[in-house]
């Protein structure tokens, strides 16, 4: 390893330190012993990955060097371990730099960080005092408890306008009852739900729980087809709509055609998705007025129902695109993981 480049090195740190979070469920898990022995092996991970930090620290100086803002970079918040250790790093890197004649707040060494956190009845002390002034969060909702206190927290950070939230599950969303909270900062939302999903809410359900705290949101990325309709008044400023429409494979590898009809797109058009206005019988052309921008990344076919939403964004003033990205099914789950 040491013949390698130092910049696949750094690549491979980096793939060491984050490939923890991809190893996750992605079914929630009901049963409070089997929760329990989840929280344990959570904790064993983190031990072992800070260890293999420190492990490396001590290869050699460059390994330092290649190593060292990791944590600062890629930051993960996935059980106690991390809420202990993170305060505890920071505060020796500051202690370090202040030695050496700069000074940097706690909150600004992570300005440029990813951040990936596991929502999992975790103290939002942790995040009241220590979520970085970063751009963008990611959030994995495995339990529904909390998840007010959370976007509250977040509401609280105005740098932030970036959320990713992956959920393990929509049955995760079950239990949340009353108004949320608003997190009016975050202009961009990415939803994503791993695995097959059968959805056990209803659209107006999703359409509360999920996106009633962002109304802000102007670009919104979904990876499952749960109908638009119910989430146009909810997102009245959305200006830019991302769909996963993924394509069907066969048992053989073969991709097959993705389909529209679950998006319930033209309705949604009707009703005023992305700021569309439709032409009056009384103004020349075929084109509506809008501003809006709809996207949607399919296999190398175009998926059932193309034609159709096509002629109503053309009627409604939506630029649509097709961007033809999920041509095998590892393209298909490396798009998810880009997300992260």
């Known amino acids: 390893?040491?013949?390698?480049?130092?910049?696949?090195?750094?690549?491979?740190?980096?793939?060491?330190?984050?490939?923890?979070?991809?190893?996750?469920p992605v079914i929630p898990i009901h049963s409070s012993s089997v929760l329990g022995e989840r929280e344990v092996d959570r904790d064993i991970r983190a031990r072992r990955r800070w260890q293999f930090y420190n492990t490396c620290r001590l290869v050699s100086r460059d390994w330092y060097h290649m190593i060292v803002d990791i944590p600062l970079q890629e930051v993960l918040i996935v059980c106690g371990v991390d809420i202990v250790v993170y305060p505890r790093f920071l505060k020796s890197r500051m202690e370090k730099d202040i030695a050496n004649g700069v000074h940097i707040s706690p909150q600004d060494y992570l300005s440029r960080a990813r951040v990936k956190v596991v929502c999992l009845k975790l103290p939002t002390e942790f995040f009241t005092q220590s979520l970085p002034n970063s751009r963008s969060v990611t959030l994995w909702i495995f339990d529904a408890d909390g998840w007010d206190r959370f976007v509250e927290c977040l509401s609280r950070h105005p740098s932030l306008s970036s959320l990713l939230v992956v959920y393990s599950s929509v049955s995760s969303l079950a239990h949340?009852?009353?108004?949320?909270?608003?997190?009016?900062?975050?202009?961009?939302?990415?939803?994503?739900?791993?695995?097959?999903?059968?959805?056990?809410?209803?659209?107006?359900?999703?359409?509360?729980?999920?996106?009633?705290?962002f109304f802000n949101t102007i670009d919104l990325t979904l990876s499952h087809d749960i109908p638009l309709i119910d989430f146009?008044?909810?997102?009245?400023?959305?200006?830019?709509?991302?769909?996963?429409?993924?394509?069907?494979?066969?048992?053989?590898?073969?991709?097959?055609?993705?389909?529209?009809?679950?998006?319930?797109?033209?309705?949604?058009?009707?009703?005023?998705?992305?700021?569309?206005?439709?032409?009056?019988?009384n103004e020349g052309g075929r084109t509506g007025k809008g501003i809006g921008r709809l996207i949607i990344n399919t296999g190398y076919e175009e998926p059932y129902g193309w034609a159709e939403v096509a002629d109503a964004c053309v009627r409604y003033g939506v630029t649509l695109e097709r961007r033809p990205i999920f041509t095998s099914a590892e393209q298909a789950l490396q798009s998810f993981v880009h997300m992260l």
């Not at 394509?247 to 009703?271: D, V």
């Open 176 to 213: 949340l009852k009353g108004p949320p909270p608003f997190a009016g900062n975050i202009t961009r939302l990415l939803v994503h739900f791993p695995g097959p999903v059968s959805v056990p809410l209803t659209g107006a359900q999703l359409a509360r729980n999920i996106f009633t705290p």
């Open 1 to 24: 390893m040491g013949y390698l480049p130092a910049e696949l090195i750094h690549i491979i740190l980096i793939q060491a330190w984050t490939v923890d979070l991809l190893a996750f």
């Open 232 to 281: 146009v008044t909810r997102l009245p400023k959305l200006q830019c709509l991302t769909l996963q429409c993924y394509p069907l494979y066969t048992l053989f590898g073969r991709a097959g055609m993705g389909t529209l009809w679950p998006w319930r797109i033209i309705p949604a058009l009707r009703a005023g998705l992305l700021q569309g206005e439709e032409r009056q019988p």
